[in-house]
């Protein structure tokens, strides 16, 4: 099975948002990792709200059935390549559709984020494990 979600959102709703609610609006869409790899930067936390998009897109429930927080994107490799770690409901949905090999791409510009991923289900370990999804 090969499942794929894209997403692209306006740096500017990010900004507004971060202006309006303070760390509110920061930790329901952020885990902490997250906002220390972005260091709370508008550009770099709206790229990562799309990728959340784009993995519930790719799980086909959208956020709802997945909360936020249960679709985390980091930073933690010496290449600095974002890596997806799931959690919650989010590792049981990818579990029930077999997907087990994750990728996601980032970027931005100055006035728009977007994200791509791509799922596939195989024989390597992924998510379900609690291991990084993408990063076997």
Not at 20 to 31: C, D, M
Not at 37 to 48: F, K, M, N, Q, T
């Amino acid at each position: 099975m090969l499942r794929c979600g894209i997403d692209m959102i306006e740096i500017e709703r990010i900004e507004q948002g971060i202006a309006r609610l303070g760390e509110r609006f920061l930790n329901r869409f952020f885990t902490a990792g997250e906002r220390a790899d972005c260091e709370d930067r508008a550009h770099r936390l709206a790229a990562r709200l799309a990728g959340k998009e784009a993995v519930a897109k790719a799980l086909g429930t959208g956020i709802g059935d997945v909360r936020w927080k249960d679709i985390e994107i980091r930073v933690d490799n010496p290449r600095h390549r974002p890596t997806l770690h799931l959690h919650g409901a989010a590792v049981q949905v990818a579990a029930d559709l077999g997907l087990t090999q994750w990728d996601i791409s980032l970027t931005h510009t100055r006035a728009y984020a977007s994200a791509v991923v791509v799922a596939s289900s195989g024989d390597e370990a992924g998510p379900a494990t609690g291991r990084p999804a993408g990063h076997t």
